[in-house]
């Protein structure tokens, strides 16, 4: 890293002629960027402490929950010196998370060292906190000492000073403006003007991508995008709509219609079969769709497998309405099983193996009522699916064995929708409720353990649903207050702030806008009767696609994990799919999963997807039927 970091300063020396700072500071932004996109994570990291101008957070926060305390100090090192207070207070919380951690494993030698060498030093700024350390380690009977009974463990404790480094880390003045990388991602290599109008333009700064200006020359309007079957329409004052295309990697041309016999309520693509689309309908039916083909392979219709198990509540609630519709649905993680939430108390989960072949895995009665939502999480190698409704209750439970593992109790309002996100080795349990609050938990499968960690209002104070970006970095919400005023914003989950809110959804909504995120670059929600498109980074609405054949006010809408393509519940129980180029690409190329069992793509340990009692797998796969056939032919 040494000879890297000889040649920036060489770099550096070359580019001063310009007598551009700033010019110097994005080329190192730029090298940065080229780094992490090609995989050199380690040499970035270096190059990162070594120049000073990009401080990464969530790369501290990695080496911290991971226990990297020599890589985690050194690099603070390159930006700030501990004698800062805040920094200082930083340290602190570092190095006796490393020295309780020594107490918990009772390796008195390396607890000796922390406090002697490590935080001794540390003394003069935090003298009482020091002493009651030492008390610690002179106690015989240290893990039933006061100070260590407020030690939650290693994995939790890593996790509550981590919020602590960083609240310290943000506060500190050194590192005020390092702490956001300038480059959007997914655009920091393409070219500068490749849409741009102006064959001379101006150029202050690397990191402008001169797509439009619409200072210039308002009446040219750009040429419409080959295949699109729409473009956004963009309003300046004074002048009359001009057409800007819609971005490439946007689904917007119409590539299949597919029939459904009820009106679709949720929609999700398979995570391994890109052209696997399952789909759960108002009259509580399931279809298995083949988006290449547009045939549906599968079809479910709703039943109680074993009622006897179900309570007295639910089996009165359905004779007085036996109407069920489908909530939401969901693939797992890995698509070896799928989650459907009905709108009366049941949870079925299904196991799937590629092909036409379905199994029922596991049903339970989860609550009383309506199943808000539910979703997937992976926890220690567990398999978990996430449920609310609006009992006042989240329910975590094993998918292996349909065990309730854990209950977040009466919350004091219904529960309407629930996200995972996982941390390195930690999961969280946010939830949104019908009064407009929105809480999170840390959950720990293995010791039992939920503990509070926010509770935030959302904008309208509304119902409100949560979606992660596809790297799992970035959180959303949209949601509508009772005046029918919609908001599609960005959150700071550290802060329980917003850190955006895009502009351009109707403000008389009467129901929640359903939305979606893409490629880690976009968002979509369905609205006012069309699909409406924001760059993540910008408030401003990107574009607009109108569907033939019509949708209605508010079109659910499910892009596929790649972002290639795009479903949307039309009129008339249909679903129209929209592909990119690479989309259309990729419906004319055979799934694999038509062939070979899914279990030996994603999970060779996959036996426990399947059911133990035969009867199941007579009724979902068919196999029963073709036996019958055999027995009878001979």
Request: proline share 4%; aromatic share 10%; charged share 20%.
């Amino acid at each position: 890293m040494d000879s890297f970091g000889g040649t920036w300063r060489f770099l550096r020396q070359k580019m001063g002629f310009l007598g551009m700072s700033t010019i110097n500071e994005e080329l190192a932004f730029l090298v940065l960027q080229f780094l992490k996109e090609q995989g050199y994570d380690e040499t970035a990291h270096t190059l990162e402490r070594e120049i000073g101008f990009y401080f990464d957070m969530k790369y501290l926060e990695d080496m911290v929950l991971r226990g990297k305390w020599d890589e985690t100090e050194r690099y603070l090192s390159g930006f700030t010196h501990f004698s800062h207070n805040t920094i200082s207070d930083a340290c602190l919380w570092i190095r006796a998370q490393e020295y309780f951690e020594a107490i918990e494993n009772d390796d008195n030698d390396k607890a000796s060292g922390i406090l002697m060498n490590n935080l001794k030093v540390l003394a003069s700024h935090r003298k009482g906190l020091f002493e009651s350390m030492e008390q610690l380690f002179k106690s015989e009977k240290k893990k039933e000492h006061i100070l260590y009974s407020q030690y939650k463990g290693t994995e939790v404790g890593r996790i509550l000073m981590t919020d602590h480094v960083k609240k310290d880390i943000e506060a500190d003045s050194l590192l005020s403006g390092k702490l956001k990388f300038p480059i959007n991602q997914s655009n920091s290599w393409k070219w500068q003007h490749r849409h741009c109008i102006h064959p001379n333009p101006i150029i202050n700064t690397l990191f402008v991508d001169h797509v439009f200006q619409p200072q210039y020359n308002l009446s040219i309007a750009q040429p419409a995008v080959k295949k699109s079957i729409a473009t956004s329409l963009v309003t300046y004052p004074g002048q009359s709509h001009i057409s800007v295309p819609i971005p490439d990697d946007i689904p917007k041309t119409l590539a299949r219609t597919l029939n459904e016999e009820s009106s679709p309520m949720s929609m999700d693509f398979h995570p391994v079969l890109k052209t696997v689309l399952l789909v759960g309908t108002c009259a509580g039916s399931i279809g298995l769709w083949n988006v290449s083909s547009g045939e549906k392979f599968h079809s479910i219709n709703f039943q109680v497998w074993d009622i006897g198990a179900c309570s007295t509540t639910f089996k009165e609630a359905l004779l007085e309405n036996p109407l069920i519709s489908v909530n939401c649905i969901m693939w797992s993680p890995k698509g070896l099983f799928f989650g459907v939430a009905y709108s009366k108390h049941i949870l079925p989960v299904f196991s799937y193996s590629g092909g036409h072949e379905v199994w029922l895995k596991l049903e339970t009665d989860a609550h009383v009522g309506n199943v808000n939502d539910l979703a997937f999480t992976v926890h220690h190698r567990q398999l978990l699916v996430i449920t609310c409704r609006s009992d006042n209750k989240t329910k975590v439970w094993d998918v292996h064995d349909g065990t309730n593992v854990f209950t977040i109790g009466d919350c004091g309002a219904a529960v309407y929708s629930v996200c995972p996100c996982t941390k390195i080795a930690f999961v969280y349990i946010f939830s949104t409720f019908v009064d407009g609050k929105m809480k999170g938990w840390l959950y720990d499968n293995n010791n039992k353990f939920v503990q509070a960690v926010f509770d935030y209002d959302t904008p309208g104070l509304g119902c409100t649903k949560l979606a992660y970006s596809t790297d799992g970095q970035r959180l959303f919400s949209c949601g509508a207050n009772i005046n029918g005023q919609s908001f599609l914003v960005e959150w700071d989950e550290s802060e329980g702030t917003i850190k955006r809110t895009y502009r351009g959804l109707t403000q008389n909504s009467l129901s929640v806008v359903h939305f979606d995120t893409s490629k880690n670059q976009f968002l979509a929600a369905g609205d006012n009767h069309i699909v409406k498109f924001w760059d993540m980074d910008k408030v401003e609405l990107l574009g607009t696609i109108v569907v033939e054949g019509g949708l209605p006010e508010k079109p659910r809408i499910r892009f596929n994990k790649e972002g290639t393509l795009l479903a949307i519940s039309a009129n008339e129980n249909r679903i129209k799919i929209l592909a990119t180029d690479c989309g259309l690409q990729l419906l004319q190329t055979p799934e694999i999963g038509a062939r070979v069992p899914l279990s030996y793509i994603v999970y060779p340990l996959a036996i426990a997807a399947y059911p133990q009692n035969p009867n199941q797998l007579d009724r979902w796969s068919g196999k029963g039927d073709r036996e019958r056939r055999r027995r009878k032919r001979d």
